[in-house]
């Protein structure tokens, strides 16, 4: 199973921009994808996560600015990010758990990161 993250870039404060990452390989169903963010010199926390049934839960710090959305059918998860700033500024790290098709092993990965920088 791999995923490949995209869609990170500069963007000035104020600005939007949308990570995307996929999900590929022998996946047999996924049950939550998400999104992480670390900052330099911090820990990485959640920024925000969906499961299959659709249930989000973001951090109280991008909440009403940050949407993440799925497709299930292409094992994608999106993050629309707004209103952005400097303190959004980290590396952006999707992680999707589920379970894989023939072994029916679960499974939790985490994608490269993406960086975002937001300049003020």
């Known amino acids: 199973v791999q995923l490949q993250a995209s869609g990170g870039g500069l963007v000035q404060a104020g600005g939007s921009l949308r990570l995307s990452c996929a999900a590929s390989?022998?996946?047999?169903?996924?049950?939550?994808m998400g999104w992480y963010r670390q900052a330099p010199g911090s820990e990485r926390e959640l920024v925000a996560k969906?499961?299959?049934?659709?249930?989000?839960t973001y951090a109280d710090s991008v909440r009403g600015r940050f949407t993440i959305s799925s497709d299930n059918a292409k094992k994608t998860v999106y993050l629309q990010m707004s209103s952005l700033r400097s303190e959004d500024t980290a590396v952006y790290f999707c992680?999707?758990?589920?379970?894989?098709?023939?072994?029916?092993?679960?499974?939790?990965?985490w994608g490269e990161g993406t960086q975002v920088t937001v300049s003020s």
């Open positions: 969906i499961t299959s049934a659709g249930t989000q």
């Open positions: 992680n999707v758990e589920g379970v894989r098709r023939g072994s029916f092993l679960r499974f939790a990965l």
């Open positions: 390989g022998s996946i047999f169903s996924i049950s939550v």
